[in-house]
């Protein structure tokens, strides 16, 4: 335990003026990779990276559109109900994954052709993994 | 009578510390069976000795009944609490601990057997003449004579796993279209979380309130009933809050249904604590199952009543716990417990998992904390996601209200999100505050999540100010006076308040 505990920063009540000029205080922590906040009522975190004044954005966090279905959670892939080249229509389900015993459905955003399927029934995935890649949604289907 | 010295828990998380201290109060020495993945967790620093029973998988360990009963035997076990979920209501479980000669904290596996499984126990209701949802329990599984029994139900209808409970393998269909991929998806929800993949059909009531009477049997025989809990705040069949005495019961409805609940206890030849739970619409109630064992939410019981379940569990199951003919039970204000789930309120309740900050809960007259986690653990995809339960006692209905709104604010949990902000909102809402919500609530209000009302790019501007603030100062080990270091032990971490 004692590794864990050392990937934490101890938690500090901080208090910061704004370039507004407003003073405000909140409670922030280090955890793992992430800076922890709580100002008010609200909580909420930013990885470090995304927050450094280095400004180096790491590539990781590439924004997500409807044409990329990403596995909102780390899981087991259960079900797979599409594969390559099949036209799917908007709400259809693609998959089914299992996460903390519950099952999740991804479904189709929108009408569109399947362009890659990523993954197989039992496979485990991590979070953020693109599982199925379909055409954007602009992309002429006939 | 039989003693127990050493008791074995088949559980984790929350209800195992819950066990354990009902064990040290009672003097009683506690084995924690858990997995490879449990190490850091708060029942295995708490309980006086600890067994490992297998890998993080739950068929391998705790859904295995041979690790657990050889487990508690090596281990030197004279009892078994099986908790909640998991093994807790498997008949075979019951009877394997009783063959190996410990003792089943618990009913009997004839009891499990005959209330326990939804089927049975929809007979036995139905031969005493008590209140039932219309469905279908047959033997025939198969998907295509499923498919032809819903049609004939009529939409919607609701399919649930024979063996299950807390909402696990249960699906809601509402066009024949999705109807086969439901139930399919609800076998195999079944087959994983309670190794069985039998399920069952029922009409769905589409504005029922979901209200259960807490019963328990003593050490000679009696059944009583511990009043009720309304648990209509759920989502996806999993509730979310639970709160004592429910707010839609009047005296006569609550005197029925008491009595229906006994009744079906006494039938069983219930001991320990059960519960009943039923659908109410429109003034009229139907029993919908009996759950075999404690309840997650029996805390709010506990506050009203001014009674340990858990205690009155391993009492009974050491033949010493009689209920006292003179004793007057009656509920004395009103009790709301919250789950707290690790997930995120702003992405649709996706499952968020993760090293644990530092989580405080805020101290105060009659709140109570039941949790499994704490700095420096690990909250892993493998299990459910509640990672504790907040419980609150006020003397009225809106007064509690206000308390649990207060305690949520108040609590600090970093390292992975929480529903809190969710709950905050619930909690807020005027049909809940009327307590006319039914168990179509969440569908009917919150369906779209929860939307965060700041602008993300303020808040990461603000976040960036202030993390490098506090980067300067904890980097140049300033001596500046407006950091303070907080730590748990900290009484006055809770006096912070916000902006």
């Known amino acids: 335990m004692g590794d864990t505990m050392e990937r934490h920063l101890v938690m500090k009540q901080i208090q910061v003026k704004l370039q507004n000029g407003e003073h405000v205080s909140a409670l922030v922590e280090k955890v793992g990779t992430q800076f922890w906040i709580k100002a008010g009522d609200q909580t ?85 993994a693109l599982l199925v890649k379909l055409q954007k949604e602009n992309t002429e289907l006939k | 009578m039989s003693k127990i010295s050493r008791l074995a828990i088949a559980n984790r998380g929350e209800v195992a510390v819950r066990i354990i201290k009902a064990c040290e109060e009672l003097g009683i020495e506690t084995v924690l069976l858990h997995s490879e993945a449990d190490i850091n967790s708060r029942a295995y620093r708490m309980a006086n000795h600890k067994i490992c029973i297998g890998p993080a998988a739950t068929a391998q360990s705790y859904l295995n009944i041979e690790a657990n009963v050889q487990g508690a035997l090596a281990m030197g076990a004279q009892a078994v609490h099986p908790g909640f979920g998991f093994l807790s209501e498997n008949a075979d479980f019951a009877q394997a601990c009783h063959d190996a000669g410990l003792i089943f904290v618990g009913p009997s596996p004839e009891s499990i057997r005959t209330l326990g499984d939804k089927v049975s126990c929809k007979n036995l209701a139905k031969k005493a003449g008590l209140p039932l949802v219309p469905g279908y329990e047959g033997e025939d599984q198969s998907v295509q004579r499923l498919l ?29 279209n999705e109807a086969a991929e439901l139930i399919e998806s609800a076998q195999r929800e079944a087959k994983s979380a309670f190794g069985s993949e039998k399920v069952f059909l029922e009409k769905y009531l589409d504005r029922a309130k979901h ?66 739970e039923f659908l ?13 064992r404690l309840q997650v939410e029996h805390p ?63 101290e105060g007259p009659r709140r109570r904390y039941e949790y499994g986690f704490e700095k420096g653990d690990v909250i892993t995809s493998h299990y459910d996601p509640m990672i504790a339960k907040a419980i609150v006692w006020d003397e009225s209905r809106p007064r509690a209200i206000e308390k649990m709104i207060r305690v949520l604010k108040d609590a600090v949990v970093f390292g992975v999100h929480t529903n ?36 993300e ?12 603030r506090s980067v300067a100062i904890g980097d140049m080990n300033s001596d500046q006076s407006i950091i303070q270091s907080v730590s748990q032990q900290n009484p006055w971490a809770i006096q912070w308040r916000g902006i």
Request: glycine share 8%; with cysteine; proline share 4%.
């Open chain 2, 211 to 276: 209200i259960e009477f807490q019963i328990f049997g003593d050490s000679s025989g009696q059944v009583v009933h511990l009043f009720d809990r309304e648990c209509s705040v759920q989502r996806r069949h999993q509730k979310i809050i639970e709160e004592a005495t429910s707010p839609s019961l009047n005296d006569e409805l609550r005197r029925q249904m008491g009595e229906v609940a006994v009744t079906l206890g006494t039938l069983g030849q219930y001991k320990g604590a059960g519960t009943v």
């Open chain 1, 44 to 128: 909420w975190a930013y990885d470090i990276a995304d927050l450094s004044s280095d400004g180096q954005r790491r590539k990781k966090s590439q924004t997500a559109t409807p044409d990329m279905i990403i596995a909102p959670m780390p899981g087991k892939i259960t079900k797979v109900f599409v594969k390559d080249g099949d036209l799917v229509t908007k709400g259809q389900a693609l998959l089914v994954m299992e996460a903390m015993k519950m099952e999740y459905t991804l479904k189709s955003d929108f009408e569109t052709k399947v362009e890659k399927v990523n993954i197989k029934a039992n496979d485990q995935v991590t979070v953020g």
């Open chain 2, 148 to 176: 032809s029994e819903v049609e004939k139900i009529g939409l919607p209808v609701i399919v649930k796993a024979a063996a299950g409970g807390g909402g696990r393998g249960m699906k809601l269909i509402k066009s024949m």
């Open chain 2, 300 to 362: 709010v019981t506990e506050e009203v009543l001014g009674v340990d379940l858990v205690k009155m569990q391993i009492l009974t199951a050491m033949n010493q716990f009689i209920f006292s003919p003179t004793d007057i039970r009656i509920p004395r204000g009103h009790s709301i417990e919250c789950r707290i789930y690790a997930e995120n309120s702003y992405m649709n309740g996706v499952p968020s998992t993760g090293l644990l900050g530092t989580v405080m809960w805020p």
């Open chain 2, 457 to 468: 790019e303020q808040r990461k501007k603000y976040s960036q100010e202030v993390y490098k």
């Open chain 2, 280 to 292: 109410l619409q429109d003034g009229k109630f139907y029993l919908l199952e009996v759950n075999t």
């Open chain 2, 420 to 455: 809190i902000p969710y709950l905050i909102a619930i909690l807020s809402h005027p049909e809940f505050i009327n307590g006319t919500m039914t168990t179509r609530f969440i569908e009917n209000n919150f369906s779209e999540g929860l939307k965060s009302n700041h602008s």
